[in-house]
T-cell receptor
Framework: AQRVTQPEKLLSVFKGAPVELKCNYS??????LFWYVQYSRQRLQLLLR??SRESIKGFTADLNKGETSFHLKKPFAQEEDSAMYYC???????????FGRGTSLIVHP | DTGVSQNPRHKITKRGQNVTFRCDPI?????LYWYRQTLGQGPEFLTY????????KSRLLSDRFSAERPKGSFSTLEIQRTEQGDSAMYLCASSLGTGKGGQPQHFGDGTRLSIL
């Protein structure tokens, strides 16, 4: 069975502080991992995927197979980063994506 | 293309009634997903179509739920004999890809269902 755990429901930081949103997964095969973001009153949208290895809006995420983690990081948070962030897993042997419960990030001025 | 479109945006109905939601995916996308999302939770997978074929259905999905994707274009999700526990946001997403494994999904705004 595949599972995604986001241990923090809420993360509150001040502008300019570093941010790390945690994501741990459980999957026996090769995982494909994604971070999705939902800004207030907007639809869920892709932020980044591990295969791309790119930085989007200053965010990066590295797949750590040893720790089965895919934490999302940003060195200096901005107020506009305030949103719900969901980690998602699609196993290469499955059609079924699994989402974590989400972490609400609040960046204070 | 305006992205994934879902109708209606809101649906309020009495317990026991049937409801049907529609999803229009991005036109060239062959994959279509339905999810259910309740407060404080992430999207929960319901079912998956590749073109017109329904290839996966969640084991948690009651037989009161049925989905179709005729001709591999738009999709409908029907809930029969609705119950209080069906109150949720129903999300549709589409993507382009073949075989198993993940591709980035494009989500609609969802249909919020409220059962009285």
């Amino acid at each position: 069975a595949q599972r995604v755990t986001q241990p923090e429901k809420l993360l509150s930081v001040f502008k300019g502080a570093p941010v790390e949103l945690k994501c741990n997964y459980s999957y026996s095969g090769s995982p494909e991992l994604f971070w999705y973001v939902q800004y207030s009153r907007q639809r869920l949208q892709l932020l980044l995927r591990h295969i791309s290895r790119e930085s989007i809006k200053g965010f990066t995420a590295d797949l750590n197979k040893g720790e089965t983690s895919f934490h999302l990081k940003k060195p200096f948070a901005q107020e506009e980063d305030s949103a719900m962030y969901y980690c998602a897993l699609s196993g290469r042997g499955s059609y079924i994506p699994t989402f974590g419960r989400g972490t609400s990030l609040i960046v204070h001025p | 293309d305006t992205g994934v479109s879902q109708n209606p945006r809101h649906k309020i109905t009495k317990r026991g009634q049937n409801v049907t939601f529609r999803c229009d995916p991005i036109s060239e996308h062959n994959r279509l997903y339905w999810y259910r999302q309740t407060l404080g939770q992430g999207p929960e997978f319901l079912t998956y179509f590749q073109n017109e074929a329904q290839l996966e259905k969640s084991r948690l999905l009651s037989d009161r739920f049925s989905a179709e994707r005729p001709k591999g274009s738009f999709s409908t999700l029907e809930i029969q004999r609705t119950e209080q526990g069906d109150s949720a946001m129903y999300l549709c997403a589409s993507s382009l890809g073949t075989g198993k494994g993940g591709q980035p999904q494009h989500f609609g705004d969802g249909t919020r269902l409220s059962i009285l």
